[in-house]
């Protein structure tokens, strides 16, 4: 955790470099909930790196520790010294909205420090978006709509790996009292359009990318090309994130760059990485 080489949460510069974002992971430990969750690398690397006793509904979330927890205090320091909003991906190794018996306290916990971050602009991608309203109520006090005024640097993302995650989830997103709000179309197990959901403006950003790892899943590029479109004619920042590891052993580039995400190994009409901000 710290900084990470996670392209979306890249902060562009005012001289034009770009320099890399953050992760923060309050807790670790989830439960599958649809087919993106398959090959989950969060519990593919828990397997070998131990943070947890198991994965799923029957194992407690670990709270991380209490000097992972000082980072984002120290990170908005430096960006209030910069002059720049830094980005935070929250939370890679779990959902922030899961709904889990062992969570309350310190859901609680973290809002209360998002609330203190002003100058971090806080990424909190979810496959539970049906939870969002619910969980901020509980852990702050507020319904969602005052608490998302007062806290405008807080963005909510919802995943999803095929139309019928999208259908699901892009329109519980909508319900959402803000218009901060991103698709993550990754791993893109399926072709996904729009039908309409990008009319209005309120999605703002769509990422997407194949699916990386052992066994991964192919993506056909005329899916991502296909999205890209709906997003372009609806005026949707659109980012393309990567081809996914089937796409990059096909081209034979696997070994240097496994997940296909070097501008260099994307279709050229693909080569698209817009910022909502």
Not at 170 to 180: E, F, K, R, S
Not at 229 to 239: I, R, S, T
Request: proline share 6%.
């Amino acid at each position: 955790m710290g900084e990470t080489k996670i392209e979306w949460t890249a902060t562009i510069l005012p001289d034009g470099t770009v320099d890399p974002g953050f992760s923060f992971n309050p807790w670790i430990g989830c439960t599958k909930v649809s087919p993106g969750c398959k090959f989950c690398y969060a519990e593919r690397d828990n397997k070998r790196r131990g943070w947890v006793d198991g994965w799923g509904p029957g194992f407690d979330r670990k709270r991380t520790s209490a000097v992972n927890w000082t980072l984002p205090l120290k990170w908005d320091r430096l960006a209030a010294v910069d002059g720049v909003m830094r980005s935070v991906f929250c939370a890679s190794l779990a959902d922030v909205f899961e709904d889990h018996p062992s969570l309350p306290g310190m859901q609680k916990d973290l809002f209360s420090l998002i609330e203190r971050c002003k100058n971090l602009r806080w990424l909190l991608l979810t496959k539970r978006p049906e939870n969002i309203m619910g969980v901020i109520l509980a852990a702050t006090g507020y319904q969602a709509d005052v608490w998302m005024r007062a806290n405008p640097n807080v963005w909510f993302g919802a995943s999803a790996e095929n139309q019928r995650r999208f259908d699901q989830r892009v329109y519980q997103m909508l319900n959402l009292p803000t218009d901060n709000l991103f698709l993550s179309v990754e791993p893109m197990l399926d072709g996904v359009r729009s039908h309409g959901a990008f009319d209005g403006g309120r999605i703002a950003w769509v990422i997407c990318g194949g699916e990386s790892g052992h066994g991964a899943r192919s993506m056909t590029p005329l899916w991502a090309s296909n999205l890209m479109e709906d997003c372009q004619l609806a005026g949707v920042k659109f980012f393309m994130k990567q081809m996914g590891t089937a796409w990059a052993e096909w081209v034979e580039v696997a070994r240097e760059d496994f997940k296909g995400g070097a501008p260099e190994n994307i279709p050229q009409q693909l080569r698209v990485r817009e910022f909502p901000w």
